[in-house]
Structure formats: C-alpha cells, structure tokens
C-alpha cells in the first residue's frame, strides 16, 4: 500500500510538472495564483489549498491526462447483463481502460490538448473521487482506490508547495519529452531534468 501509494503521487508530479514546463502561460498563471492567495512572505499552508482553484484544475487536467495507472484492476460480471445493446455473460472480466474514457473527444473537446482551465468552465462540477464516470483517475464505487483522499491531499500540497517555493525552468530549448512507458504504473521514459530557483525570501527556506 505504502509502495503504491509513493508510486502514483510520484508519478503524477512528474506528469503535472512536464505538463506545465510545455505550456508556461500554465505555470506563470498557477504563480501568480499562489502570489495572491499565499503571498511571498510566508509558507503555503494545508488550508490555503482549498482556496487555489487554478492549481486544483491542473491536478485535475494532469490525471485526466496521465493517470498514474491507465487501467483499473479487473472486475468481474456477477450476473448476464446488457451493456449498451451487448450482452455480457456472468462471470466475463472487464478492464477498464481509464485513459481512452479521459481522452474521449465526446466527452473532452480538444482531448490531448493540455487545457486546466475547462475545469473553471465547461466541466467545473466534475471531481475526481469517482462521482463522475468521464473522469475517474481513483475508479469508483466500493472497489475505487481507498487513498483517494489522502493521495489528492498530499499532491495538491507538493505541487503548490513547489511552485510556491521555487521557479522552475526546462534546462534545454527542447520541449520536454512526453513519451510514456507502458506498465502498471504510467511513467515517462525520459526522466524529467529541471532548472530551479528560490523564489521566496532566504529565511523562509530554513528548517525550525
């Protein structure tokens, strides 16, 4: 549980940060967020996370996205059921594949397109603790991910923390490779190299 949990968090701060050194109106937007609701005289506090609604958009544009796993685990068909006119006999084994429902281009206009701001806009309503089936990075119902709370608390705070505290530049003038590494767990194949430096005063850097 503990390697699991580690693994996705991990994985899905990579994606969001690569995601946002490929578009930096993203990054400076998500700034200047954390410059008016937090300011730079000061850390980031758990409770100052509610009220960054850009930032909490890109954790969602991100697992929409790169699910940190783009299959759920296998479910099985406990009675004869009709799905959309097909008939499925008890006992088939579904997989479902999360990242074609989240790249759906009935559902996300645009859908490989890295576009945070349409949870401020056409899917605002939409969370991601499985309430709404277009998007369902933790899956849901009573076999959805049992983190899914502590997993968004602790990502949404890293991020935040990290582009409150630092400035963040791609080291090279070639965008950042966004190849995928297939597996259980969504990775990228080249590892993300950074540039980074302190945006915040010197004292608020030092470890009480």
Known sequence: ?????????????????????NNPHVLERAQQELDTVVGRDRRLKESDIPNLVYLQSIIKETM?????????????FYKDCIVAGYFVPKGTQLIPNLWKIQTDPRVW?????????????????VDL???NFELIPFGSGRRGCPGVAFGLQMVHFALAGFLHSFDVKNPTKEPIDMSENFGMANEKVVPLNVLVTSRLPSHLYTVN
Request: net charge positive.
């Open 1 to 21: 549980m503990v390697a699991g949990g580690t693994e996705s968090t991990t994985v899905t701060l990579t994606w969001a940060m690569s995601l946002l050194l």
């Open 64 to 76: 929409r996205m790169y699910p940190a796993g783009p299959l759920l685990g296998p479910r099985e």
């Open 109 to 125: 206009p645009d859908p490989f397109k890295f576009k945070p701001e349409r949870f401020l806009t056409t899917h605002k309503n």
């Open 129 to 131: 603790k499985g309430n």
